[in-house]
């Protein structure tokens, strides 16, 4: 049997989540409210040591991390296989899905934060959720909650991750101007693990970031038209961004950040 720990709106579980409809396998769900700091119960950090979703439970045996889970997926359950066969677009796909942890993941954060998770906790002082989160064992964790769910948006710190997404958009760029998918010929964990900055950039109404990039754009509308991405998808009633908070991002409107940037 398999089992899933994992949250509606966390991008890292809707990377288990599309692999698992990839492969059109069964699973029974059991969801840890990121909102309501579930993932800090001793139950839970028993399963997740980091205190982070998603986690998967096969038949008893424990795994965390999304990108180690979906490759045990993938060799438990090779049908339809989601590695390259070539060694060397393995490789490809290791250093995209590797760039989607080290990097692209904490390109959404600061504006995930600023821009959703912030509605959450609004009126919260910075003492009231150190307290929430005193049982976080990642301590930079601990810091985000704090400085980045309390007080105004911090305007900075989203334009300096819009940046960071405009890089990683540019690297996505020129990669599928040379093949179709991101490690090569076929669609690989490498697509479902990037998949997971779509469905955030788009649910932060960043999609205009996109704009001049055609390879890009053309890989997305084959990657929405997957049923496990639609499948997958977070629940549609999360919070969005509001108008007012993504307005001083977009071109024209006032500090134009995205058309100055390179
Ligand atoms: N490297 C981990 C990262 C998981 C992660 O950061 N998950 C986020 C949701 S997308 C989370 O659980 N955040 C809650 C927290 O840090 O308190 C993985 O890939 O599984």
Redesign the pocket.
């Known amino acids: 049997m398999l089992e899933l720990y994992h949250?509606a709106d966390?991008?890292?579980?809707f990377k288990v989540r599309f692999c698992l409809a990839e492969k059109n396998l069964d699973w029974q769900s059991h969801r840890i409210v990121?909102g309501k700091f579930e993932?800090?119960s001793p139950q839970y950090l028993a399963l997740n040591p980091?205190?982070?979703?998603?986690t998967l439970v096969h038949d008893g045996t424990v795994i965390?991390?999304?990108?180690v889970i979906n490759e045990y997926i993938d060799e438990v359950f090779p049908d339809p296989p989601l590695k390259p066969e070539l060694a060397v677009d393995r490789a490809r796909m290791r250093i995209w899905t590797k760039y989607q942890?080290d990097v692209i993941?904490h390109s959404v954060r600061p504006a995930t934060f600023q821009l959703m998770i912030k509605q959450r906790f609004k009126g919260l002082s910075e003492q009231e959720m150190d307290r929430k989160?005193a049982r976080?064992p990642?301590p930079e964790?601990r810091k985000a909650?704090r400085e980045w769910t309390t007080g105004p948006v911090d305007t900075a710190a989203v334009s300096a991750a819009i940046k960071q997404m405009q890089t990683i958009i540019a690297r996505m760029e020129a990669s599928l101007s040379v093949s179709p998918w991101l490690a090569g010929g076929t669609f690989s964990l490498a697509d479902v693990a990037v998949a997971t900055f779509v469905d955030r950039v788009d649910h932060l109404l960043f999609g205009l970031l996109w704009e001049e990039h055609p390879h890009v754009q053309d890989w997305i509308g084959r990657i929405k038209s997957r049923k496990a991405f639609d499948v997958a998808s977070p629940d549609p009633r999360l919070p969005r961004p509001d108008d007012n908070d993504v307005a001083p991002f977009i071109p024209g409107k006032e500090s134009g950040i995205l058309e100055s940037s390179t």
Do not use: A
């Not at 980091?50 to 998603?54: D, L």
């Open positions: 949250d966390s991008i890292m579980s990121l993932n800090l980091n205190g982070v979703v998603p965390t991390e999304s990108t942890d993941h989160v976080h990642m964790r909650y």
